[in-house]
């Protein structure tokens, strides 16, 4: 087990930043925490009743009685879009300005409050029209755009239940998640542009749908983006069209607080990509509080995720966090390197960002470019409107942590490195910017309500300075409530027995340092692997690889760390045919790469493909993946073999190709 004791450097917040804080000081921090200690669900009432605009009042706090399957405010009613929207309006900010929407060729538009609100409210009114009702599943797959945000907007106002589908996942997966969610509907773009090319949706849309299984689905919607040709039938409608002479107000439908909100497919260690259902009321009292307290968002804010509304942090930290605060936020259609790699400065310098929220590997990819590039270089732009950092998605390392707090935040901005899962809804274990001292590399203490723990295999607490499982010992209102339609994976995964069925377990490992019991994550602890910040699955990717059954035998995937993308995606692969070498290996593995990317996209196709004759197995058949984990790392294998079947392939497998 791995020790700490950090004894680096802390950086304390300024005393302006603490007294100008939403939560101000440690001592706040701590009153927050032992409020949520002396009386838990009081203290998530009292957030809940500030937080959130309900329309029947909630009388019960946590419903316990069906555990995992916990309740939070079940017998109160809401609706997301009404209180992310029309609470703005009423409350006087009608003009101001939601989003500033930044396309990939430079252009900018700005959408207020009431814009924001007529075009969700007609969008809402022409699905009804359509035929979607409460409950029923629309898929979005869609680019940044506020049109995404609208469609997803509208889906709350009406009570449908939105599962959005990242634009860069592939025809296949598209067509996975509709059909496990049962989707009436898919809204789309024709095309999105990226880096200044443009990519299909539609058509992948169109793919999808003629691959079969999605009968569920009665329209399509296309938003024109760009004008580019695509294929049309009898069941596809523009979105121009069906919103054009629709009313400009929409009566919300008002739900139970468990009502699903939306469902977001996420990578487990086992078998097919997971829904992951959130219910509207619980996750926003989280998206509202965490936007408002680790952002310590102010009305003058401009505030910046540069998410894609395909991932969970585009869900709370775009498409509600910011709206449910009233604040202004910068939604960007492109890409960080075009037309250079000073694109996010740039963006940074022109709308004034004051909080600026992104993931290391963007970090990283752009400490390179700047390295390689004086002209990209955040030094040639003027960046002194920040006043906040933030980090998700993946540990940052601390080289990259005192570059972004140095070149990005110029030495005066606090960093707040913010853990969660798309499972979590919003921040679990993240610093204050008012309060809490920051170390390089920790996530530090859990957010004032968050019951977060490492423990041993047992479930007992492991002491400070000691390496455990990450895990969350109470109930907290923006949690997964199941995976849609497979409740018994729901307890399996997050619920296990190991535990008594009574503790979340997060798939993190974590130590708490020994003086300070900051928390630092150590890496996932089950087969899911973190590249660029996106979760994939091991057993995904394999089984994308060997449904190549022309070709593929047999093929195990593991990660291996990368200076950029954190981990990098490693495949072993026995093929049906004899072990290729030089420019036929080459070759092959190019054709594997395409074909997983076709499979799944392109975030999965593997970095390294390696062949051999066999893998390496124990005696039984396993394979042994912790060696090929090494191999991958191109290490000595220095680990106990004697349990191998055929050592010789060890040599095999390490000779790249
Ligand atoms: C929000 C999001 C979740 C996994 C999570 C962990 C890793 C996220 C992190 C972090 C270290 C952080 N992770 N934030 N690890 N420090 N600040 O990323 O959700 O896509 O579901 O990924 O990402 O391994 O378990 P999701």
């Known amino acids: 087990m791995s020790t700490s004791d950090q004894e680096t450097k802390l950086y304390v917040p300024s005393e302006a930043a603490v007294k100008a804080a939403h939560v101000s000081g440690m001592d706040a921090y701590r009153k927050l925490c032992d409020e949520a200690d002396a009386d838990y669900e009081g203290y998530w ?35 997301v879009s009404y209180n992310c929207l029309d609470r703005n309006v009423e409350q006087g900010r009608g003009d101001k300005v939601a989003i500033i929407f930044e396309a990939d060729d430079g252009k900018v538009t700005r959408v207020t409050y009431n814009e924001l609100l007529t075009q969700t409210s007609q969008l809402a009114n022409a699905l009804r029209s359509m035929g979607v009702k409460k ?73 999808a749908l003629s691959l079969g299984g999605c009968d569920t689905i009665r329209n399509v919607v296309v938003y024109q983006r760009t004008g580019g040709k695509v294929a049309w039938g009898a069941r596809d409608k523009w979105l121009h069209d069906v919103v054009a002479g629709q009313a400009i107000t929409c009566e919300p439908e008002w739900v139970e607080a468990e009502h699903p909100l939306f469902l977001l497919y996420t990578s487990g260690s086992t078998g097919k990509p997971k829904g992951v259902q959130h219910a509207g009321g619980g996750y926003l009292l989280h998206a509202a509080l965490t936007t408002k307290w680790t952002f310590d968002l102010k009305p003058e804010d401009v505030f910046w995720c540069t998410a894609d509304i395909g991932w969970v942090t585009g869900h709370t930290y775009i498409a509600y966090g910011p709206l449910a605060n009233g604040g202004t936020q910068i939604v960007f259609e492109g890409v960080p390197t075009y037309p250079d790699a000073g694109r996010f400065w740039k963006m940074i310098q022109d709308h004034k960002v004051t909080i600026f929220y992104t993931a290391p590997t963007a970090i990283r990819s752009l400490i390179k470019a700047a390295e390689s590039n004086a002209d990209v270089h955040p030094r040639e732009y003027d960046l002194s409107s920040l006043r906040l950092l933030g980090s998700v998605g993946e540990p940052i390392n601390p080289a990259a942590w005192e570059w972004y707090h140095l070149n990005i935040g110029g030495g005066r901005c606090p960093i707040v490195d913010t853990f969660w899962q798309t499972e979590t809804g919003g921040h679990m274990i993240t610093p204050l910017p008012g309060a809490t001292p920051l170390v390089p590399g920790s996530c530090t203490l859990p957010f004032p309500g968050i019951m977060a723990a490492v423990v041993d295999e047992t479930g007992k607490d492991v002491p400070w300075g000691q390496g455990g499982i990450l895990v969350v010992k109470k109930p ?78 047999e093929a195990a995937v593991v990660g291996r760390p990368d200076d950029t993308t954190g981990e990098a995606i490693c495949a072993f692969v026995v093929l049906k045919r004899p072990r290729p070498t030089g420019e036929e290996a080459r070759q092959i593995a190019k054709q594997l790469r395409d074909w997983v990317g076709k499979e799944i996209g392109p975030i999965a196709k593997p970095k390294d493909i390696r062949f ?46």
């Not at 809940?48 to 109160?76: C, H, I, M, Y």
């Not at 004759?613 to 290490?635: F, H, V, Y």
């Not at 680990?639 to 190709?657: G, V, W």
Request: net charge neutral; aromatic share 8%; glycine share 8%.
């Open 612 to 657: 051999g004759d066999n893998l390496p197995k124990t005696r039984s058949g396993k394979i042994m993946r912790r060696l090929l984990r090494s191999i991958a790392k191109g290490e000595q294998i220095t680990q106990d073999t004697s349990t191998l079947e055929n050592p010789a392939i060890l040599d095999q497998l390490s000779q790249s190709n």
């Open 135 to 207: 409950g029923d599943r629309v898929v979005i797959y869609m680019p940044m755009s506020v049109e995404g945000v609208v469609a997803m907007q509208a889906c709350a106002r009406i009570g449908a239940t939105h599962s959005v589908v990242f634009g860069g996942f592939s025809a296949q997966s598209l067509r996975d998640r509709i059909e496990d969610a049962g989707a009436v509907m898919v809204i789309t773009a024709d095309e999105q542009m990226r880096g200044g090319k443009q990519l299909p949706l539609k058509a992948i849309v169109d793919e």
């Open 476 to 553: 907290w209102p923006s949690m997964i409530r199941t995976i849609w339609g497979d409740p018994e994976r729901f307890k399996k995964s997050y619920y296990p027995a190991d535990f008594q069925g009574k503790y979340y377990l997060a798939g993190d490992g974590a130590i708490r340092d020994a003086k300070t019991g900051y928390f630092t994550i150590t890496g996932r602890i089950d087969d899911v692997l973190n590249v660029s910040g996106h979760r994939m699955g091991t057993m995904e990717i394999e089984s994308a690889l060997v449904s190549c059954t022309e070709l593929v035998a």
């Open 45 to 79: 009432a009292r957030l809940a009743r500030e937080f959130v605009a309900w329309k029947q009042p909630f009388t019960q706090v946590l419903d316990e009685s069906n555990a995992p399957f916990f309740k939070w405010f079940a017998d109160g009613t809401l609706n």
